[in-house]
């Protein structure tokens, strides 16, 4: 029967990098509705169906985690224990290995999914009272390419644009981005504005007819992972075409000679060959993006998860900055986000490769600026591990002890088998998670019961630097506790150990204590480094990282976003409000305020085809599910668009080989294997098949697709090539 509501509170959505405000309705126990915010910019009262479905995938507590749990040995069962039990075994365990081994033998793996004030509290437990930058995250595998290549061509991280450049584009480009699933809420925006505007243009670029590719002007199915190939082919036809825009380049940009020496090589006809698609097109493509009075490109995994991701990256910023494509209503590169909060990961310094605010670890001034805000003697300058290079540390026994938070490593890693025999190797592994059944808990040490969407509150920001409220709606269930709550409670256990080591112990109860710290360090220390009374307190002491940073948020508060609703940075203090579009004067971030191009070459993948693995493996993603299923998986409404996993090959190469539709497949390659039901499908090329990533070990004879795929990964950003695999395909 449908429950009235009795109150509603105003929240952000968990899933996609969007980031559209809703609406919770509860009856004052559990949450009975969810609608569109009409007040939120990001979305103004849209939703997909993903969001439509947040109300049912948030009541139930099936399949939640309640209680903490713990092992005394590897070979004993978990048993439910007291959260103080719990708290003082993580602080106890991580001070005693640190103490043994030294910091750099324990690490953190989170998520894009934490709110900025969760991720905020892990990154200064490991940057500032640990002493290790092993902090990294799943947004290592979604984004850290748009990353490194912002702060190459821009001198800093974040997109230039904002949504509203959707309504001004006449030519949108989407590199290996499917937003009609991925990012449905633009998606609808971009299909008003084309209809509003019918001369505008899309051009989309990948190697499958997705439901994005289906509705373009202009299809480039190029072969996998030849996208620099492509942007430099482009970029020299506008160069000897005299479509690039000289006064832009000589006002604003540097290194311009060396990419046109670059792409003079790339002629139409070579990039055309190498992409395997018709000269023709690649012209067209060209001509688009440079006549057009505003060309802006969608970006997203397709680009990024490579192994050269960041030159993929960097060779559609040379035909923006080329072109003159930026700094103005409807032109600019655009990265959208994957997840809801990976931007307010990278503002915190939530990975191995940043430290707080944008400074950099490897920028000694960057350095002690941060060890004085956080009142200690240093920051480590030794880079972190990030993901694959982390979880390779695990399974050779340098790093000791790994806490795992909001994420499911153990099915979302590329090769998989590698991430098993890790968490099986360490010594100690901490797991903290909403959700009990997912495959990393199996692992876990110390399960920590988290409470979810619905149930906490802080900050998130989208793809357009915009940061919303998430609030609580509703109590978690069982024992589950905020994220930022247990983390502050574990670092204050470790620094009252690392105190009492150093003798400094002081006498009386903590000030800030909330009831939270519990055991014997509540009564006995006060802490200094995590003192945070509440989630707001999280937020200021961010805000003040910021200040002066190209990130500056020094004007914005709680009740800044209480009363005007949701903001974009830079926000500094005095601002009347966010700034929407960055770089439209022309300069930009570097020393010099000019942007640099790079001259970047086309490199194949990582794993070619060979004889014995003769398919071109891709990954990707279905429209109503979302990442592991941990939530979308429990409302059967969303299973109807895409009932069960498939293998996708084109008809002709299953006729080759006597595949019929359903039949069982084992798809292998050199790392691991798994089966699924064949799906043919004209939508794959030939020689290439497609998997969804969603489903995991809980549902399947395996552990799902990253069975089969590789951890090579790009140079300068670390993250891994999940789209592409070499692998061969034989009967079940
Ligand atoms: Fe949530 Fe993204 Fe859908 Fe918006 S578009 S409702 S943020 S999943």
């Known amino acids: 029967p449908t429950v009235a509501p009795t109150a509603e509170v105003a929240s952000t959505c968990c899933y996609c990098g969007v980031g ?72 106890d365990r991580f001070a005693a290995i640190v103490a043994e081994h030294g910091p750099d033998a324990v690490a ?57 450049d959707l309504d001004h584009a006449r030519t949108v480009l989407f590199a290996g981005s499917n937003a009609a699933w991925a990012h449905p809420v633009l998606f609808r925006r971009l299909e008003a504005a084309r209809a509003a505007h019918p001369g505008t243009r899309w051009i989309v670029v990948d190697p499958r007819v997705t439901d994005t590719a289906a509705m373009a002007d202009l299809h480039l199915r190029i072969q996998p992972g030849t996208d620099v190939a492509l942007f430099n082919g482009m970029l020299h036809h506008l160069i000897w075409e005299q479509h690039v825009d000289p006064a832009f380049i000589a006002a604003h940009t540097q290194g311009f000679d060396a990419l046109k020496q670059r792409v003079r090589d790339y002629t139409p006809r070579f990039a055309a060959e190498i992409c395997g698609i018709a000269e023709q097109d690649l012209l067209t493509a060209a001509q688009w993006f440079g006549e057009s009075p505003a060309s802006l490109s969608l970006y997203c995994m397709g680009l990024n998860q490579s192994s050269h991701g960041t030159d993929k990256n960097l060779a559609l910023i040379n035909l923006h900055l080329a072109s003159g494509q930026i700094g103005r209503p409807g032109a600019g590169p655009f990265s959208l986000t994957g997840q809801p ?158 105190a009492r080591g150093r003798g400094v112990e002081k006498a009386g109860r903590s000030a800030n204590g909330d009831g939270g710290i519990g055991g014997t360090d509540a009564v006995s220390f006060a802490s200094r480094l995590f003192a945070h009374d509440g989630v707001e307190a999280v937020f200021d002491e961010h805000r003040l990282l910021t200040e002066g940073r190209d990130l500056d948020i020094g004007g914005l508060s709680y009740a800044t976003l209480e009363r005007d609703g949701p903001q974009q940075w830079p926000y500094p203090a005095h601002a009347a409000a966010g700034q929407a579009r960055r770089y439209t004067d022309g300069v930009f971030a570097t020393p010099d305020g000019r942007a640099r191009f790079h001259a970047v070459d086309y490199l194949p993948v990582a794993e070619p085809i060979t004889a014995r693995f003769p398919f071109q493996l891709t990954t990707g993603r279905v429209r109503d599910q979302w990442h592991g299923m941990s939530r979308t ?86 993250q891994p090539e999940l789209k592409h695999a070499a692998v061969r395909i034989e009967r079940a």
């Not at 749990?69 to 959260?83: D, T």
Request: charged fraction near 25%; hydrophobic fraction near 40%.
């Open 20 to 91: 559209c405000g809703v609406l919770i309705e509860t009856d004052g126990r559990r949450i009975v509705g969810v609608r569109g915010d009409p007040d939120h910019p990001a979305n103004q009262g849209r939703l997909c169906s993903k969001g439509l479905a947040l109300a049912d995938s948030a009541r139930s507590a099936r399949g939640r985690l309640l209680h903490p749990e713990m092992r005394r040995a590897r070979a004993l069962p978990r048993e439910q224990v007291a959260w103080d039990a719990a708290l003082d075994e993580v602080a």
């Open 341 to 498: 909060n990976a931007m307010g990961g990278r503002e915190v310094g939530g990975m191995a490769t940043m430290l707080a605010a944008h400074r950099e670890i490897g920028n000694a001034d960057d350095r002690a600026e941060l060890a004085r805000l956080w009142g200690i003697d240093r920051v480590s300058d030794k880079p972190g591990l990030p993901a694959v290079a982390m979880f390779d540390a695990i399974a050779d026994g340098r790093i000791k002890a790994v806490w795992i938070a909001c994420t499911n490593p153990a099915h979302s890693m590329p090769d998989i088998g590698r991430v098993h025999e890790a968490l099986e190797t360490a010594e100690f592994v901490v797991v903290q998670d909403a959700f009990a059944g997912i495959d990393t808990a199996a692992y876990a040490d110390v399960l920590l019961p988290a409470a979810s969407w619905g149930e906490k509150s802080g900050t998130v920001t989208n793809s357009e630097r915009r940061i919303s409220r998430v609030r609580r709606a509703v109590d978690a269930p069982g024992e589950a506790r905020a994220d930022w709550r247990i983390v502050r409670d574990v670092a204050r256990r470790i620094e009252a150990r690392l």
């Open 633 to 718: 998986g429990r409302v059967p409404g969303l299973a109807t668009h895409a009932p069960e996993p498939t293998l996708t090959m084109h008809p002709g190469d299953a006729l080759r080989r006597g595949f019929a539709d359903g039949e069982l497949l084992r798809i292998a390659s050199r790392r691991g294997a798994l089966v699924l039901p064949l799906a043919t499908s004209a939508d794959v090329s030939p020689g290439s098949v497609f998997a969804a990533m969603h489903w995991n070990g809980q549902m399947l004879n395996s552990g799902g697709i990253n069975e089969t795929t590789i951890g090579a990964v790009d140079p300068r950003a670390f």
């Open 108 to 164: 953190f793996y989170v998520s894009g999914q934490l709110l900025t004030e969760d991720y905020y509290l892990f990154n200064k437990l490991a940057k500032g009272l640990i002493g290790t930058n092993n902090i990294d995250t799943n947004s290592r595998l979604c984004m850290s390419t748009a990353v490194a290549a912002y702060k190459l061509a821009f001198g800093a991280d974040g997109p230039p644009g904002c949504y509203e």
